[in-house]
């Protein structure tokens, strides 16, 4: 586009850093759309005993949840670690991954997540980390699966 005017200036000025804008006032949340949902278990990859800082055994760091699309979901947290990274996310478990059709509402999947969180808590081979972050034995993690899609199929009934 052509420009239609402009204004003298110095190099210095024109070339300056602009100021920073103002800090939003208000919460900004972004809310999935209601829907079809899948459960999903997310294991960090990398040295466990580093990240929580101390010696976790055989343990893996995980979280739970649920999501229209888990691969995209764990994309998402992937995004918010720096591009060089000794830790990584992947998905450990998932609804569409392993040949379940999604659950038809986010209550459905509700009930999944909750009855998956309830067994990550089982001491001593699960604690959590906080929100939907456990520390938790493969064989613990196993049995959270089976528990939290057993629960989202029988919701309601």
Same mark, same amino acid.
């Given at each position: 586009?052509?420009i239609l005017g402009s204004?003298?200036?110095?190099?210095?000025?024109?070339?300056?850093?602009?100021?920073?804008?103002?800090?939003?006032?208000?919460?900004?949340?972004?809310?999935?759309?209601?829907?079809?949902?899948?459960?999903?278990?997310?294991?960090?990859?990398?040295?466990?005993?580093?990240?929580?800082?101390?010696?976790?055994?055989?343990?893996?760091?995980?979280?739970?949840? $649920?999501?229209? $699309?888990?691969?995209?979901?764990?994309?998402?947290?992937?995004?918010?670690l720096p591009g060089k990274?000794a830790f990584k996310w992947?998905?450990?478990?998932?609804?569409?991954?392993?040949?379940?059709?999604?659950?038809?509402?986010?209550?459905?999947?509700?009930?999944?997540?909750?009855?998956?969180?309830?067994?990550?808590?089982?001491?001593?081979?699960?604690?959590?980390?906080?929100?939907? $972050? $456990?520390?938790?034995?493969?064989?613990?993690?196993?049995?959270?699966?089976?528990?939290?899609?057993?629960?989202?199929?029988?919701?309601?009934?």
């Amino acid at each position: 586009n052509p420009i239609l005017g402009s204004s003298p200036a110095s190099a210095a000025e024109v070339f300056a850093p602009s100021q920073a804008g103002p800090v939003s006032q208000n919460p900004f949340v972004t809310k999935e759309s209601e829907g079809p949902k899948h459960l999903y278990i997310l294991r960090l990859t990398g040295n466990a005993d580093a990240f929580v800082g101390d010696s976790v055994g055989r343990k893996l760091v995980i979280k739970a949840g $649920f999501s229209k $699309f888990p691969q995209s979901r764990c994309d998402a947290h992937n995004r918010t670690l720096p591009g060089k990274c000794a830790f990584k996310w992947e998905v450990y478990y998932s609804g569409d991954g392993s040949g379940h059709e999604p659950y038809p509402s986010s209550q459905h999947a509700k009930a999944g997540e909750r009855a998956m969180q309830e067994v990550l808590c089982g001491e001593p081979a699960g604690e959590s980390l906080g929100g939907e $972050f $456990f520390l938790a034995e493969p064989e613990l993690i196993d049995e959270a699966w089976a528990q939290g899609n057993s629960a989202a199929r029988n919701y309601g009934q």
